[in-house]
Each structure stands twice: as C-alpha cells, then as structure tokens.
C-alpha cells in the first residue's frame, strides 16, 4: 500500500478518523453557507443541516454509549457532549425555519458555527482522543460501519441518480432527519429499528 492511499484507508475504516473527517466537511460547509447567498445558500444550507444531523445521530447512537462504557468518567464526558449537541440542535432548527437571506439568518449561522466548532473540539479532545486510547483498531472499525451507513443517507454533494431515493429520505427537518438516521445505523449495527422492539 502506497502513502498516499492509506490516510484514506484509515479515516474510511477508523471510526474516529471518520469523524474527525466529517468535522472537517462540516466547517467546510459552513464556509459554503456564509459565503453564498440565495438558492445556492439555500442548497448549501440543506446539505449542512443533513451532514449535522447524521453526524450527531451516529455519535449519539454508536460513539457516546460506547464512550460511557470504556471511558474512565465516561458519563460525565458523554453528558456535556449531549448537553452541547442539544444546544446546537436547538439553533438547528430555528435556523431551518429562518429565511437564509434574512440578516438574522447570517446571525444565527455564526452563533451556530461558533457553538459546533467548539463542541468538535471538546469531543476530539476529551472524548474522540481517550476513545482512541481505550479501544482496539477492530472496535474502531465495527463502529465505523454504522458511521458510514449513516453518511450515506446525507451525502454532502448530490449523486446522479441518487436524487429521488434522497429526497424522498431527506423530507423534512433535522429531527425528521436525525429518526431516519437513526434507523439506518441500528439496521447496519444489527439493533432493532426505532419503532422495532
């Protein structure tokens, strides 16, 4: 294997490099957003609040129950983690019902922006770093698995041929979303779905 192949080798197989990746796509994406405007803004916006969406639901769902597991002090750094993805979700979702060409649109993207970069930060530090300590590659790598059947449902640019199949998946706001989401990871982890017992 060649150097250039195997960074993307670790950050598809590694489910903390995944993220990392994500966190990356997603400032990305906030950059897109503050620097558009009209529809274009308005894409770029839909593609950040799917991105947001199934990143967090794969963490709440795979990354934080094991983190309170494995982690010494594990509920307490999982419990602010959440404590700050409920904030974010909260400017979510007033965001999604905002005008994107409104100033009070750009207003709360940077208060969003702010809040999500800061958390990223905290999880790398305190939760993603200690993670990576406390498991084996093997644990990685199972729990990569529902990350990237999660970042399938919200790809963060169009796919030909995808359109239909997406929007039909992606109708509606975060929290629909975050519950198709969801779904999607318990299925590829082999869990009962939402509505399953």
């Known amino acids: ?26 400032r990305n994406l906030f950059d897109e957003v503050a620097r558009t405007q009209g529809r274009e803004r308005q894409e770029a916006f839909s593609r950040l609040v799917r991105l947001l969406a199934v990143h967090e639901t794969a963490e709440e769902e795979i990354v934080h129950p094991y983190a ?26 007033r965001l999604d019902d905002m005008d994107v060409t409104k100033p009070e649109f750009s207003q709360e993207l940077e208060r ?48 030909p041929g995808t359109e239909s199949a997406m929007k039909n998946l992606m109708l509606g706001g975060p929290v629909a979303i975050m519950d198709r989401a969801r779904d999607v990871i318990r299925k590829a982890m082999g869990k009962p779905e939402s509505g399953q017992s």
């Open 112 to 159: 969003l922006r702010a809040a999500v970069f800061a958390h990223a930060a905290a999880e790398e530090r305190y939760e993603f770093s200690e993670l990576k300590a406390a498991t084996t590659e093997a644990e990685r790598r199972a729990m990569a698995v529902g990350v990237k059947a999660a970042e399938a449902v919200a790809p963060t640019h169009p796919h």
């Open 68 to 93: 309170r597991r494995k982690l010494i002090g594990g509920d307490t750094i999982v419990d602010n983690r959440l404590q700050e993805e409920e904030e974010a979700k909260e400017m979510l979702s």
């Open 1 to 26: 294997m060649d150097r250039q192949t195997k960074p993307e080798l670790m950050h598809e197989n590694d489910v903390i490099d995944l993220l990392i990746h994500q966190h990356g796509l997603i």
